[in-house]
């Protein structure tokens, strides 16, 4: 196996998260699942010893968390591996074949879109939407999932201080307090300590994603906290990170070339 660098990389970038992508793709086969008892498609290499190339999704695709949610389909997941790689899910099956499964993939692409919704109906104070998560009843304050299934939040009772300290009927602090579980457990466990040099030849130790999943529940939890700033783009409409930009910048640069090309196209048309 060829393996390469991504080039204009610092020394710390290649500490912080670097990632494999695979030069010749991905490939789907039906497999018997190994967790649950039922075949499914499951991406692997598309040739055995392909090469492979090093690059650093945190620093190059910081808004690659959107992208993820939109995996609706077996094409979807095939084209996102096919340039970003594994996610980290690995399986082995008859054969001694690894792979990852597609329902898998789906499956955290549903989680991830679900709690990136609910976070910013709770930003807009969109109770609309919210009552279609958030359900009371005397006892229990329960979320209504992406599968349409009911989870209790919180409940009355013995150390229930959660549930204490909410206001009757309220929305927003059991939706944020529900999509905080959730990033939890997607963060649980995926990340491992790491020992990096500064600038100034001193060593320092800082937290590393394990895999390209717990990365992108990284990236949600920094929209969170603010320490990831975003806003929709006002152009294509997808959201754009303007965390080491100027606070007012709109527009995607892509986006704005994009517009200013057809404006002199335009131009050119009526001259």
């Not at 970038?13 to 039922?38: A, N, T």
């Not at 879109?113 to 009371?136: G, P, Q, Y």
């Not at 995607?252 to 001259?271: E, N, T």
Request: aromatic letters at 12%.
């Amino acid at each position: 196996m060829t393996i390469t660098i991504s080039s204009g990389k610092s020394p710390r970038s290649y500490v912080d998260f670097p990632w494999l992508r695979w030069h010749e793709g991905f490939k789907l086969e039906s497999r018997r699942h190994v967790d649950i008892d039922y075949w499914d498609q499951f991406l692997v290499l598309a040739e055995d010893g392909t090469s492979a190339q090093v690059y650093y999704p945190l620093d190059e695709y910081p808004e690659l968390v959107f992208e993820f949610s939109k995996l609706t389909r077996v094409e979807d997941v095939l084209k996102f591996a096919n340039k970003f790689g594994f996610i980290g899910f690995e399986y082995r099956h008859s054969g001694d074949a690894s792979g990852e499964s597609v329902s898998d993939w789906l499956l955290e692409s549903a989680k991830i879109k679900e709690t990136l919704e609910i976070w910013f109906a709770t930003e807009n104070k969109d109770r609309s939407f919210l009552r279609k998560v958030v359900r009371w009843d005397e006892q229990v304050v329960w979320a209504v999932n992406h599968q349409k299934i009911k989870v209790p939040i919180a409940w009355r009772g013995p150390g229930s201080v959660v549930f204490e300290k909410w206001k009757q009927g309220d929305l927003i602090a059991p939706a944020r307090f529900y999509i905080q579980e959730q990033v939890n457990a997607g963060l649980s466990g995926t990340f491992s300590i790491r020992l990096s040099t500064t600038s100034s030849g001193e060593m320092a130790q800082h937290l590393s994603p394990v895999d390209l999943l717990s990365a992108l529940w990284l990236q949600i939890s920094q929209i969170l906290t603010g320490q990831k700033k975003i806003r929709p783009c006002d152009v294509c409409g997808r959201q754009m990170d303007i965390s080491e930009n100027r606070s007012h910048k709109r527009v995607h640069d892509a986006c704005s070339l994009r517009r200013r090309m057809a404006k002199y196209r335009k131009s050119l048309g009526s001259g």
